[in-house]
């Protein structure tokens, strides 16, 4: 499991480091190109940069989806639970069980019906408008995503069950600098 933990976040801070380099080359070249120097502005002109949105959007669609799993596991996933709240710990525990279910459930139809999508795309020759990648890749996003988002909310449910732990985030923590603190008092 540390493993399927890990290869999450990297791919998260893969897709997230990839997206801002994108948008990043794209402004210079951007900037860059308008500057009245003589050969260099004739060399950025001819380069084309268009396919920089595209690319952006879908590093940043996979990135959401994956996005939101880890915040599931991690329990930074947006829930609505002030009415959880205000019931008493015997109803909590059911209402809880019901929701992560639910959310199990309603990620787990459209992991299926994204993976029945994507295989009809996967028979045409449909491709991205500028990138002219195979749509099918770009789609893809949808089944995978949702499939890990299904199985976070199984395994956040299977947690709680058990031991009546849901993961919590500390938004004041900030991981790794508690350990440099350590450190330097040492």
């Not at 994204?114 to 949808?142: M, N, R």
Request: proline share 3%; aromatic share 10%.
């Amino acid at each position: 499991m540390r493993l399927l933990d890990r290869l999450e976040e990297w791919l998260i801070a893969a897709l997230m480091g990839a997206a801002t380099l994108v948008v990043f080359v794209a402004v210079v070249h951007r900037y860059a190109s308008g500057l009245p120097v003589p050969g260099l502005q004739d060399w950025l002109l001819a380069l084309n940069t268009s396919w920089a949105q595209e690319l952006t959007i879908y590093l940043f669609v996979w990135m959401a989806k994956f996005g939101a799993a880890y915040g599931v596991r991690t329990g930074i996933h947006v829930g609505v639970d002030v009415l959880v709240n205000r019931m008493n710990p015997s109803r909590q525990r059911g209402l809880i069980l019901f929701g992560l279910l639910a959310g199990a459930t309603f990620t787990g139809i459209i992991a299926v019906l994204g993976a029945d999508f994507v295989y009809e795309l996967s028979d045409t020759s449909s491709t991205s408008e500028v990138l002219e990648l195979p749509i099918w890749i770009v789609y893809l996003a949808i089944p995978l995503g949702s499939a890990l988002m299904c199985f976070r909310f199984l395994q956040v449910a299977w947690r709680f069950a058990r031991g009546g732990e849901l993961p919590r985030h500390d938004h004041a923590h900030v991981e790794g600098l508690a350990e440099q603190a350590a450190e330097g008092r040492q």
